[in-house]
């Protein structure tokens, strides 16, 4: 696969080798309000220029930062859905982002909260190079995440009964440029629950990859 970048409200980048950090949203779950001051500071970084002394390559990563953060800090203090409290959803979700680790992905951290999911993964260069040229036009990226996103989403709207969106359209990823930012992250991924007050400490959290004896037990997730 080759270098490639998109882009609906958020931009998404591409990378062959890469690690991926990835929040997924409840939809509806960032209140009215919040969706204001998100895109209010998401427009304000993209009217400044890039500073002198840094690459563009970091100065994305600080705009991509500031607005995670801002979007981290309505999930966690007052998420407008919160379906995810409900443990044999989040069982569901965890349980697909096990199904094909090992396989499509290396799963190196995760975390369902009640509002959100976070997760950091690598394609697996097996995978992908059996994708063959149709990685250039759907990147692995996009198969791995649509797979997770729609598999999960069916099934929570069978035990909860609904139907339509259950996953916000767009999330927040961000390519993972070396090993200290891996361990920063995934630190952060395992505290979340403890910095959102649902848990005590984070080797305590079910639905954690710092909790010990995750049991998958999900339906094959489509391609």
Known sequence: MREKFSRRDLPHWDYPGATYFVTTCLQGSIPATGMVEIIRLRQSLERISKPPQQSISDWKSHCWKQVFVESERWLDQDPAVRFLADERLAGQVQATLQYFAGERYELLAWVIMPSHYHWVYRPRDEWVR??????????????????????????????????????????YDHCIRD???????????????????????????????AFVGHVSNVTKPES
């Open 179 to 209: 090993a200290e930012e891996l361990e920063r992250i995934i630190n952060y991924i395992h505290a979340n629950p403890v910095k959102a007050g649902i848990a005590g400490k984070a080797d305590d959290y079910r639905f954690s990859s």
């Open 130 to 171: 059996q994708l063959g040229s149709d990685a250039d036009q759907r990147s692995p990226r996009q198969r791995i995440q649509h797979s997770v996103n729609r598999h999960s989403a069916v099934i929570c709207n069978e035990l909860l009964g609904q139907t339509g969106d259950f996953w916000q359209r767009e999330f």
